[in-house]
């Protein structure tokens, strides 16, 4: 059937072929010349002997390459498997054998990497970059391989923030609802519009809001291989950019940029932001220059983005995540399954056409996430009176200390309004009294000591709540690829913080 990625990427090179597709540090690929290089990349794929639905890695860091050889996996009838440049050997090939891949592709320089992952497991064949840069050029070529649209086209990695991981499968249903269910409102995106990447485009933001997004919508995408908010903040006046989206962290980052007062935002009206608490400070820096960030609350099993605050409520509600989209509805519900009451906590429900159909090869997971036609987020949430979302925390992550839940993400906020406080995150430490008590690790800046961070919680919180261990650092915090705190790296490196560092209270 024709409802696929590919079959839109094909009308867009047949009606504006000569329109900007891809553009990669000042690089740029019109639909034209993306449409012939991926199919010429497919074509080099099904040569190889991939058949539909045989599952095909791509490593490697954002590059032009990069997007077309995943569109390329995609028109074969492949199964599109991003892989994390960042991965060591032993982590690499524990997803490609979750994913049952056949063939990985990526550059040259990762061949090292890619051939000691070959020598823990069973072989799987390889190509490099080197091998696909040859086929850009060539006659026009339209060849792809059309699947049922509810079969598995990619799978999608969870980030491990918890400490899993597991293969979400997206279908060519899901991606294209979520595009559609996207572009539905005044303030999503539009067809032809011009969005910049600064994310990995190997993680749900990057593939699915970055490159899916775009190609599905015949617009132009601009990629950064790296975040540089300088340049960043003139790019998106320099590309009359409409949609830019990712964590605190980089919307933080461009805000402090000296580019950035002078940057010309006015095209700018899609600005979505997740991942973290926003700081009321980031939302007015960025309100200043006329734009409203939109808070979202969302997860890969989703298509990473089911709500988003309204532009109306964003400075009123800057810590709801609104309340659904125009098909995604969202409830709070009690241990028991049912409905909490406005502001009481519970685990966040979702349902609408971009959730995923299951987990790859993991019935079990699938069974216990998708229940009664909801996704289990096995997130903390409430619903206000009007039924808007906010995010508490995550299930597993809650700190219970003396028998009272307590919710690490607030204890986060709180410190990280005293200014200096430059990262912080909040784990559980043993205690022989109340068997876990909150610690605080916190990178800062001059003027800011463990007195301070107590003098503030104390002030504000519950005492059940302010952190026993407060723990100093000078270096920055682990974070995933995709510019979340790593709080398993974290609760890793400090699993003894009971033993190593003395009470401050």
Sequence with gaps: ???????????????????????????????????????????????????????????????????????????????????????????????????????????????????????????????????????????????????????????????????????????????????????????????????LLVLPLVFTPGLVWGLIMTTVLG????????????????????????????????????????????????????????????????LKRWADKGVALRQIYGMTEAGGVATATLVAEAFDHPDSCGSGS??????????????????EEGEILLRGPGVTPGYWNDEESTASALRDGWLHSGDLGTLDAEGRVKFVDRLKDLIITGGINVSPVEIERVIGEIPGVQEVAVIAASDERFGETPAAIVTVGDGVDEATIIEHCDRLMADYKVPRYVVIRDEPLPRLPSGKLSKTAIRSEYKDVSERFDKVR
């Design 1 to 195: 059937m024709a409802t696929t990625v590919g079959s839109a990427l094909h009308w867009w090179a047949k009606t504006k072929g000569e329109q900007n597709a891809i553009i990669v540090a000042g690089e740029a690929l019109t639909y034209r010349e993306l449409q012939d290089w991926s199919s010429r990349i497919a074509r080099a794929v099904v040569d190889r002997g991939i058949k539909p639905g045989e599952r095909v890695g791509v490593l490697g860091p954002n590059s032009l390459t990069w997007p077309v050889v995943a569109l390329g996996v995609l028109k074969a009838g492949a199964v599109l498997v991003p892989l994390n440049p960042r991965f060591k050997p032993a982590e690499l090939r524990k997803v490609v054998d979750d994913a049952g891949a056949v063939l990985v592709i990526g550059p040259a320089e990762f061949t090292g990497t890619v051939e000691e992952a070959r020598e823990l497991g069973d072989t799987f064949a390889t190509l490099t970059f080197d091998d696909i840069t040859p086929l850009r050029e060539g006659e026009q070529d339209d060849f792809r391989v059309d699947l049922d649209p509810d079969e598995p086209t990619a799978l999608l990695f969870t980030s491990g923030s918890t400490g899993l991981s597991k293969g979400v499968i997206c279908t060519n249903r899901t991606l294209l609802n979520i595009v559609f269910e996207a572009t539905l409102t005044e303030e999503g995106f539009r067809p032809g519009s011009t969005s």
């Design 219 to 282: 617009g132009t995408l601009v990629i950064e291989k790296e975040l540089d908010p300088g340049r960043a903040a003139t790019l998106l006046g320099e590309h009359k950019v409409q949609a830019i989206f990712g964590v605190p962290l980089i919307f933080e980052a461009i805000s402090r940029a000296p580019e950035f007062e002078k940057a010309d935002l006015s095209s700018l009206r899609t600005a979505i932001v997740g991942g973290a608490a926003v700081a009321p400070a980031l």
């Design 326 to 343: 125009i098909f995604t509805e969202l409830k709070v519900v009690r241990d028991d399954g049912t409905d909490a009451d406005p502001g």
